[in-house]
T-cell receptor, first 115, second 113 residues
Framework: SAVISQKPSRDICQRGTSLTIQCQVDSQVTMMFWYRQQPGQSLTLIATANQGSEATYESGFVIDKFPISRPNLTFSTLTVSNMSPEDSSIYLC????????????FGPGTRLTVL | AQSVSQHNHHVILSEAASLELGCNYSYGGTVNLFWYVQYPGQHLQLLLKYFSGDPLVKGIKGFEAEFIKSKFSFNLRKPSVQWSDTAEYFCAVNGGSQGNLIFGKGTKLSVKP
């Protein structure tokens, strides 16, 4: 299994500001994913981040609001831009197993509160 | 569109009781099915998965799940729960684009010692 770390683990931010969340994996992976888990809700995929190409966003999520970088095979960032209280969520990074197709490992998450 | 339904929001059991958590999905094609668990303060962890073959799959910590294709179900079971099983359990399905896991809303399990 992959070991995934995220920074920051939590943050409290002001409305209108932006926060960049980092995801670091201990091995090279092709597929990285960013999910959001709003309070009392399930995990929802925001986008898929592949190294060397633009991220692929799911319906309801746009690049201007959630820009993603994927500079190499072990690292990705997600920025939550122009934040509002509705963006208060846990943001999780995950990677697909290099051995088993479709099996994903999750990071610890970043708990974001927007005031 | 794919969706996953978990019928129980919060289940409370005493130790040694049997557990069954329901999960139904909507997708007409071939699916991969997962149960993830999140213990208090910890990461999401894979509990078990079904890709193909024997529809009864066994996971870690004595959990098992049965894929019933005709019912579009993948219920999670454990014959005798322990206090340490207190956690939130998520059912997920992937049947479409690579990597896109669709999660249910989760079931919180509380086990009373």
């Amino acid at each position: 299994s992959a070991v995934i770390s995220q920074k920051p683990s939590r943050d409290i931010c002001q409305r209108g500001t932006s926060l960049t969340i980092q995801c670091q994996v201990d091995s090279q992976v092709t597929m990285m994913f960013w999910y959001r888990q709003q309070p009392g809700q399930s995990l929802t995929l925001i986008a898929t981040a592949n190294q060397g190409s633009e991220a692929t966003y799911e319906s309801g999520f746009v690049i201007d609001k959630f820009p993603i970088s994927r500079p190499n095979l072990t690292f990705s960032t997600l920025t939550v831009s122009n934040m509002s209280p509705e963006d208060s969520s846990i943001y999780l990074c995950s990677v697909e197993s290099s051995l088993i197709y479709n099996e994903q490992f999750f990071g610890p998450g970043t708990r974001l509160t927007v005031l | 569109a794919q969706s996953v339904s978990q019928h129980n929001h919060h289940v409370i059991l005493s130790e040694a009781a049997s557990l069954e958590l329901g999960c139904n999905y909507s997708y007409g094609g071939t699916v991969n099915l997962f149960w993830y668990v999140q213990y208090p303060g910890q990461h999401l962890q894979l509990l078990l998965k079904y890709f193909s073959g024997d529809p009864l799959v066994k996971g870690i910590k004595g959990f098992e799940a049965e894929f019933i294709k005709s019912k579009f179900s993948f219920n999670l079971r454990k014959p005798s729960v322990q206090w340490s099983d207190t956690a939130e359990y998520f059912c997920a399905v992937n049947g479409g684009s690579q990597g896109n896991l669709i999660f249910g809303k989760g079931t919180k399990l509380s086990v009373k010692p």
